[in-house]
């Protein structure tokens, strides 16, 4: 019944966003109040708003303890690029990788700009959970943090959240954030 809920609620956010967009005239899409309007344009527009251009990838190791052998998995990602700016200073990213039949590594990153120096800020926060499955809801495990990326600038963020409920379980996490012109 839940998950009917859960359904039901994102349906009917999809068509009032489908009536959103309906009744706003986008500028760049040729059906609203510009119509000749070229990609140049919004480059020219991005750049000219103090925007920035993010690039990130990593790679998550997962040990798995267990009392006979441990388990290791290794898993790497690379998000499409994304713009940040004065216009929209906030992205919001996951990764989620599920690892060993009971393990599931949860990373929420939030890239923050800041307008004088266009440097970025990115604040993270990891969950570990582990249990039964990997779609357990025990948390055994977090951390959190953050880190500036300075303008044109590429910066490693490392950090480790260890299973502190039951000890043995970890996941290292490296990413790699570049912040760059448009």
């Not at 966003?17 to 070229?38: D, E, F, I, K």
């Not at 307008?115 to 249990?131: M, N, P």
């Not at 990326?149 to 970890?170: C, K, L, M, P, Y």
Request: proline letters at 3%; hydrophobic letters at 40%; aromatic letters at 10%.
């Amino acid at each position: 019944m839940k998950q009917f809920f859960s359904s039901l609620i994102l349906l009917v956010g999809f068509f009032c966003g489908l009536l959103h967009a309906a009744a706003v005239p986008n500028p760049y899409n040729g059906h609203g109040l510009v119509s000749n309007v070229t990609e140049r344009d919004i480059a020219v527009e991005r750049r000219a708003s103090g925007g920035r251009l993010i690039n990130v990838s990593g790679w998550m190791q997962i040990k798995d303890d267990e009392p006979f052998s441990d388990d290791y998995f290794t898993h790497t990602t690379s998000f499409p690029a994304f713009h940040v700016s004065s216009g929209v200073p906030t992205v919001y990213k996951q990764w989620v990788v599920r690892a060993g039949g009971e393990i599931r590594v949860e990373l929420d990153l939030t890239f923050n700009y800041q307008a004088g120096t266009e440097a970025i800020k990115v604040d993270y926060k990891t969950r570990l959970y582990e249990g039964t499955s990997e779609n357990t809801g025990d948390l055994d495990g977090s951390i959190a943090g953050s880190a500036t990326v300075s303008r044109n600038a590429n910066r490693q963020i490392a950090f480790t959240v260890h299973n502190t409920a039951e000890g043995g379980d970890w996941a290292q996490i490296s990413l790699n954030v570049f912040n760059g012109n448009l």
